[in-house]
């Protein structure tokens, strides 16, 4: 079931109080919700990106996820990799893939693409 519409803006301002960034992975209106609470991180897919923000240009969409408020977009293309922009320089990207495609089933990519951002960004 969906999370209740206050429950992402929480948790990004909850964990802000605290210092705290936070990462969020979730689809629908709550990506623009948490963008809107000043995310430290979202982390669409491209499917969930058109979904959220009514756009077929996957850049379009993810500015409008940086002028709604997040600060980083870590969008995730599937094969064609993982494209990184930032509110600091939104019309710039980093883009990461693979050297190759590899089989199998990709479910929990997304997740293990969470884990390893949030420790490449939290390390010191």
Same mark, same amino acid.
């Given at each position: 079931? !969906? $999370?209740?519409?206050?429950?992402? !803006?929480?948790?990004?301002? $909850?964990?802000?109080?605290?210092?705290?960034?936070? /990462? /969020? %992975?979730?689809?629908?209106?709550?990506? /623009? #919700? *948490? =963008?809107?609470?000043?995310?430290?991180?979202?982390?669409?897919?491209?499917?969930? +990106? #058109?979904?959220?923000?009514?756009?077929? %240009? !996957?850049?379009?969409?993810?500015? #409008?996820?940086?002028?709604?408020?997040?600060?980083?977009?870590?969008?995730?293309?599937?094969? &064609?990799?993982?494209?990184?922009?930032? $509110? =600091? %320089?939104?019309?710039?990207? +980093?883009?990461? #893939?693979?050297?190759?495609?590899? !089989?199998?089933?990709?479910?929990?990519?997304? %997740? &293990?693409?969470? $884990? *390893?951002?949030? /420790?490449?960004?939290?390390?010191?």
């Amino acid at each position: 079931p !969906p $999370a209740p519409p206050g429950f992402y !803006p929480g948790l990004v301002r $909850a964990a802000a109080g605290y210092g705290i960034p936070c /990462i /969020i %992975d979730t689809s629908g209106p709550d990506l /623009i #919700r *948490a =963008a809107e609470a000043g995310v430290f991180a979202l982390k669409p897919n491209h499917h969930e +990106l #058109r979904e959220a923000t009514g756009e077929d %240009d !996957p850049h379009q969409g993810v500015l #409008r996820l940086l002028r709604a408020g997040a600060e980083t977009v870590f969008l995730s293309c599937g094969e &064609a990799g993982l494209l990184a922009f930032s $509110a =600091a %320089d939104p019309e710039s990207y +980093l883009h990461a #893939r693979l050297g190759r495609s590899l !089989p199998g089933n990709p479910t929990g990519a997304g %997740d &293990a693409a969470v $884990a *390893a951002l949030s /420790i490449a960004t939290t390390a010191t």
